[in-house]
């Protein structure tokens, strides 16, 4: 079927995944606000928590992931004409769809205990998820900007309540206060650079701005500044050094499958449109932003990767690779070629999954609750739980982008595509960082494996219900299917990135 | 034989297994039981073993290219092959692995007593990387096999180490993988030059071999690859990581690291640096660079090995030492030299992980490794003193035995090139026999005084069956290296080839500065030409 944008009904079939997951969320809240919970009854009711109370609303957010899928699926079938759309209906904002359908799926699966241990509101707990996820294909799919920044708000405002959802914990509160008020802080600078990029440009649309752009018609102190403020927007988002401050306190004060969700869906989300905007919208001078990209790039990786060395909680340990990461695809937005978008579509999808199972295995240790984070509480774990300590061995080797897995085909994508752009240092910063990163994901390791318990009932409480034993599962086939089977899958990403450049071209590539 | 072999399309598979069997086996022992296990990983190595035998047999003597070769497409997108084949340099490399990893294997079966399961398994999944890494014909999937090996190890040293276990394994990992990473840096520019040459996306050596590439670049990259194999072999002053990982590891562990994991350093430089970097490769800088570095090893760690109190450190620095000799034979870029580098990779596997495993086996009985608390050892447990004497005479490169083939090969050939640097390493011959010989004569010899050494056990019958093959062949190669010379030389032929053929544009003006410290005759004559 061909899309015609100037019958409004066909924004109904080129939204239809995310018309689906918002109006499925408020359908999840309605019920869950209606509920039992609700209503002051007893919680416990059944002995697995997979199958308790609330946990129902988990399963029905999962069978309405799983049908916004079937229509991510379905937009494959639909041309779209022209590219005068405020919405995208191309690969590349399927491929991101399929990432934030996967790890939204993934973070619901490893919640359900959680929530139901710690008391939670399922109803608005998994509804928030729903409405985030919907924000986040929003963004991907942004062909204005103004859709981008409603996405982006949609996104940032459920991850805000989510943040702060355990109202018992106080930590919580702290985090999701810090978060919400320099994120509204970075918003605001991202909003006025929308504005000024208009001022610039008289559109808010990509193509028309590219367009404009390489026309040279743009206005250029406007545009530069435009730019510059929007680069801030974005580099709080994915928490680039030096906007990354809140990053490790909101994610260790956030609850864990929160933390998993938003480490790997709200910083996908914020790459995909990154590349479309900079690398479409404003490729013609790329003069001006890569400079600042590149050494946001560079201090990012060495900045978070020597943090990260002194960490001693284990949460907070993976807020600074997640900063650490955020450092690796910058370069791939810095080289900006179509093997680097390519690599970064690949690696989100291998982050997605390899960080997420990572924190299931944390939220396993931590007795599904917030205690036991620090990394003596690993000690001897491997003895007690060898599968659950295999699985996160498995998933920090891939993090270090060690053979084998899924982290290192994505690395050498990222790496591929820099070298493209004859990036050599920032390859080279890149490897480097990555043997500084080594250490503080061996270690984790090493006190799972060669320290003893230190008492003896240690790891006793340690439990992985059903479906966080399949989340497991599936992040563990994944990592190393892409890690030893990579090539469909880079095919796959290769298609997403192909006539993604401005007016239906490839993406050049920035030469310095 | 070969007509057995031939029967049973041995070459057709015979890699493939090689990389694959230890994996199966891995599985297999996981699934055991924790008693049988190490009964399933010895007799599984071995099968490995009597089937990797078959290569000698299977191989074409006087051919120096790859043989048993195959590819199959693996990431067609970036030009990755699943490229397996051997030719006379690896050959020697994968023999050495299948023959000490059962021995490994059956020198623990006292050592390791927790978690053995995983231990096993463990060393299998070694086996197979390691075997891997000598059988890649694709930089890529070298690459992985490299790093991959990194990782068994690290849990071998790490679970099952002496106290300081941890430090010595993250300082392993870490020392290793900062320079595979480097390397990696320098192989993803290969292939980027060649992407843009031919075309096409590839990773086979064959193929990057073909890349043209400036003296400068060559500089660059040849020290990018220099430094990830220089950590590996390890060459002074990269070693430090060496004697802790050595004398942490548990037996088996120092015995495959020393046998085969320190090789694939030197198996490196011969496999990919000398033929991708031939113009780096010959430059007098660098070979001077590379050979003072191996004297000063050769030298300084024959030093430091002589006032070690513990013996099981001493051994450790010897590797530095020999491997130091490797490094030398190589950079003569002669025949002679670069054959005696390899049967000195060989001679010390051999001779290194015997003695390994012979310290293995008193501390098991004494639980202990320091010298002095060792004496006349040799009169209570007259087999066990034999085989260490033997063992020690090897290392030390006695004529009669593989140490003296190789070493004297490798002087040789430096000799030919760089007479000055030869005369002071042969020093360090002789500085073996000055650290390890007093060693041998305290433990085994002088007085009986300490009661505990009395009651001494031998050897005992399974000590024996580890034992015996090694010595063996220590002598065998001493005696009659003819037939492991003849199959090494048409391949060091192919690569010294490939070095000679970039000796005419090595006189590139930019490339020669002109060194004093250079001895090498053939750089003598240096036309300028146009720089890049």
Not at chain 1, 32 to 53: C, I, L, M, N, Q
Not at chain 2, 156 to 179: D, P
Request: hydrophobic share 55%.
């Amino acid at each position: 079927m061909e899309l015609d944008f100037s019958r409004q009904l066909h924004y109904v079939w080129a939204l239809l995944p995310e018309i689906i997951l918002c109006v499925w969320g408020m359908g999840v809240l309605i019920a869950g606000v209606s509920g039992p919970a609700h209503r002051g009854e007893d919680h416990a009711v059944s002995e697995d928590p997979a199958f308790g109370t609330g946990s129902g609303l988990g399963w029905v957010s999962l069978v309405g992931l799983l049908i916004a899928a079937f229509f991510n699926g379905w937009l494959y079938t639909l041309d779209e004409v022209g590219r005068g759309a405020v919405v995208a209906v191309d690969d590349f904002r399927l491929f991101a769809n399929w990432i934030f359908l996967g790890g939204a799926a993934l973070s619901i699966l490893i919640s359900f205990t959680y929530v139901y241990r710690n008391r939670l509101q399922a109803g608005e707990f998994f509804s928030l998820i729903l409405f985030a996820t919907a924000g986040m294909m929003f963004m991907a799919g942004a062909r204005d900007l103004m859709l981008l920044f409603l996405g982006l708000e949609v996104m940032s405002i459920a991850v805000y309540a989510l943040t702060a959802f355990n109202r018992r914990d106080r930590r919580g509160a702290e985090a999701g206060l810090k978060y919400f008020l320099l994120g509204a802080f970075a918003t605001g600078f991202f909003l006025y650079g929308i504005a000024l990029v208009y001022g610039a440009t008289g559109s808010t649309n990509i193509d028309t701005i590219a367009a404009v752009v390489s026309g040279g018609r743009a206005r250029e102190g406007f545009l530069t500044l435009g730019i510059a403020l929007m680069t801030i927007g974005f580099a709080f988002k994915v928490s680039a050094v030096p906007f990354h401050m809140w990053t490790p306190d909101v994610y260790e004060g956030a609850p864990a499958p929160v933390t998993a969700f938003m480490s790997v869906g709200v910083k996908a989300a914020a790459f995909v449109a990154f590349i479309r905007v900079f690398l479409v919208g404003f490729e013609s001078v790329s003069d001006q932003w890569y400079p600042v990209l590149w050494w946001l790039a560079a201090i990012t990786m060495v900045g978070a990767n020597l943090m990260a060395l002194s960490q001693t909680n284990v949460k907070r340990m993976l807020a600074y690779s997640s900063v650490a990461h955020a450092g690796y695809l910058l370069v791939a937005v810095a080289a900006g070629n179509e093997t680097a978008a390519a690599g970064m579509l690949f690696y989100l999808l291998v982050y997605t999954v390899m960080n997420v199972g990572a924190f299931a295995v944390v939220i396993g240790v931590a007795h599904q609750g917030e205690e036991r984070l620090q990394i003596e509480d690993y000690s001897g774990f491997g003895r007690k739980r060898p599968e659950l300590a295999v699985f996160l061995t498995i998933f920090l080797l891939s993090l270090a982008g060690f053979p084998g897995t899924g982290g290192f085909m994505g690395k050498i994508y990222l790496l591929q595509g820099a070298a493209e752009s004859n990036l050599w240092y920032l390859a080279t910063i890149l490897v480097l960082t990555t043997v500084a990163s080594y250490y503080y994901y061996l270690r984790v390791a090493w006190y799972m494996w060669m320290r003893e318990t230190t008492s003896e009932d240690q790891h006793d409480l340690v439990v992985t219900p059903l479906p966080m034993k399949a989340a497991l599962i599936i992040a563990v086939a994944v990592v190393l299917y892409l890690g030893i089977f990579p090539s469909s899958m880079m095919e796959f990403a290769r298609a997403g990135v192909e006539g993604l450049g401005a007016l239906g071209g490839g993406l050049l590539g920035v030469h310095p | 034989m070969t007509l057995i072999l031939e029967a049973i399309g041995y070459g057709g598979w015979a890699l493939h297994a090689l990389v694959w069997l230890p994996v199966l086996g891995m599985l297999l022992v996981l699934r055991s039981e924790e008693e049988s296990a190490k009964h399933v990983a010895f007799w599984w190595s071995l099968g490995v073993f009597v089937l990797s035998l078959g290569l000698w047999w299977a191989f074409e003597p006087g051919w120096g290219g790859m043989q048993l070769a195959s590819s199959t497409p693996w990431i067609p997108a970036w030009g990755v092959d699943y490229a397996l084949g051997v030719d006379g340099i690896s050959l020697f490399m994968v023999l050495l692995t299948t023959f000490t990893t059962p021995l490994a294997i059956l020198g623990s079966y006292r050592y390791i007593g927790k978690r053995q399961r995983a231990f096993y398994a463990l060393m299998l999944l070694l086996e197979a990387g390691v075997v891997g890494v000598f059988l890649a014909t694709d930089v890529f999937l070298f690459y992985v096999f490299f790093e991959l090996t990194l990782v068994p190890m690290y849990f071998i040293v790490g679970i099952w180490g002496g106290e300081r276990r941890i430090y010595a394994a993250i300082k392993f990992f870490l020392y290793t993988a900062f320079g595979s990473l480097l390397m990696l840096v320098g192989i993803l520019y290969l292939f980027m030059k060649a992407k843009t040459m031919l075309g096409v996306p590839t990773f086979a050596l064959a193929e990057l071999l073909q890349v043209p590439l400036s003296g400068t670049e060559q500089l660059w990259l040849f020290s990018a690859f220099a430094l990830a194999f220089s950590i590996k072999v390890p060459l002074f002053p990269l070693h430090t990581w060496l004697p802790d990982a050595h004398v942490e590891a548990p037996t088996p562990g120092s015995v495959v690291l020393a046998a085969v994991l320190l090789k694939m350093g030197t198996y490196g430089f011969l496999r990919f640096l000398l033929p991708l970097f031939p113009v780096a490769s010959q430059h007098p800088t660098v070979v001077s660079v590379m050979m003072v570095l191996a004297v000063i090893g050769i030298v300084y760690a024959a030093w430091v090995a002589a006032v070690q109190p513990d013996a099981k450190k001493l051994v450790a620095y010897t590797s530095v030492a020999h491997m130091g000799f490797v490094v030398l034979g190589i950079f003569a870029l002669t025949l002679n030299g670069i054959q005696g580098g390899l049967v000195v990779m060989i001679s010390h596997g051999l001779s290194t992980g015997a003695l390994f495993l012979l310290l293995g086996m008193l501390y098991e009985r004494r639980h202990t490794r320091e010298i002095e608390a060792f004496g006349g050892v040799g009169r209570v447990a007259p087999l066990f003193a034999t085989a260490f004497v033997i063992t020690a005479l090897a290392s030390i490169g006695l004529p009669g035995t593989s140490g003296f083939v190789g070493e004297f090969l490798a002087l040789l050939g430096t000799f030919e090139t760089h007479p000055t640097i030869a005369i002071v390493a042969s020093a360090g011959v002789i500085f073996a026999a000055y650290y390890m010989l007093p060693m041998v004569q305290k433990v085994f010899f002088n007085a009986l005084e300490k009661p505990e050494n009395r009651e001494m056990e031998d050897l005992s019958g399974r000590e024996l069956v580890i034992l015996t093959p090694l010595v063996a062949l220590m002598i065998l190669v001493g005696w009659h290296p003819t037939p492991i010379l003849e199959r090494m030389e048409p391949s060091i032929e192919v690569v010294l080839e490939r070095v000679e053929e970039a000796a005419a544009p090595v006189m590139e003006a930019e490339m020669l500065p002109g060194s004093e410290t250079s001895h090498a005759p053939e750089t003598a004559p240096t036309t300028s030409s146009e720089t890049d």
